[in-house]
């Protein structure tokens, strides 16, 4: 997101704070605060009766048997047939719908944040500004040693002054973009994080270190870099419809069909806009931008921004995926969007976002069907991450 430095204070305070130690506080809008939640690991699970929900043509089954074993979906069959392995914790999921588990795409997760995800079926997330303590996260959430969606963190932000957030890599020099583009890429990240007010030289020499070093890039259009140039130099993701809003129904025609030719995700992060803005006739621009990126098959991102304190973690991805149905995206679409097709932009095709034999157990399951009823998606029922269980409400069937 953008902040004038006017309104920046007290957000750089918060993200301050949060970047600088790991206290397990959440500040801010937090839907529910229920206790830790405790997994039930098995090395075997069977979820049985469940109609499982297909992100890639929005179709239901009959009820399934699903089995997961050590951490993968090994089958889906009928559940009349299907026979329920020897010492397999079974989940009764008579009168349920499993999904695949969601993907945040935008987030700037702390965390005393990241098990509000889980709650809200997230089961993986891209964080969009890198900090030193992150890894720390990373690694616990990895280990099982605190319940968390799973990481896929960008660089910490390139970009000029002024500065609007901590950690921020400025750079004003063209000449050291190779040796700050090396230095991320030796702290772990693949993925470099381009902000606000990068100039037009310097951001071309980021983007030919990166690409010199297999490294990619995505974020923010800087103000002084053409929208165009962005989107022809390889820019992954572009952030908040960074440079779509205000042009001429030509000139975004012409950048939609670039768009989509390039194949350039687009995250817009509806909804935190929306609350920032407030102002009803950008929000029906950037729904109309984001319907046309649609029907140009430019690929879309589901994405909240959340982790600043405006929009709820974990639950706000309805929020997003709400304005997405009310810019005319059918809900099988958006909810494809935050699974398959975020699964395709982390590299993870065939891997994760579908509910089918050879996946990842990343699952999320729902008291009501998801497709009908969006709202469902806020609360699911139990969540799977790999050979763990997250009982989300007392079964009072
Ligand atoms: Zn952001």
Redesign the pocket.
Known sequence: ?RLRPAASPALFLVFMLACSSDSGTTPGPIDQVDGPLVADVAPVRALTNVRVVDPTDGSITAPRTVIVADGRIVTVGPASTTAIPEGASVVDGAGRWLTPGLIDM?V?MRAGEAESYVRAGITRVRH?WGYPTLWTLIDEIERGDRVGPAIHPLSSGIDAPPVYWPVTQLLTDPALADSLVAELAGRGYTELKIYQDLSREVYDAVVAAARARGLTWAGHKPSRVPLGHVIASGQRSI?HLGGYLGLSASALSDAVQETARRGTWNAPTLAIQDRLQNSPARADERRRIVKALFDAGAPLLVGT?SGIDVTAPGTSLVDEMAEFVRAGIPLAHVVRMATIDAARYLGLEGEVGRVAPGYRADLALFAANPLEHLEVMRTPVGVVMGDRWFALEADTR
């Open positions: 997101m935008h700037h969009m952030e921004d």
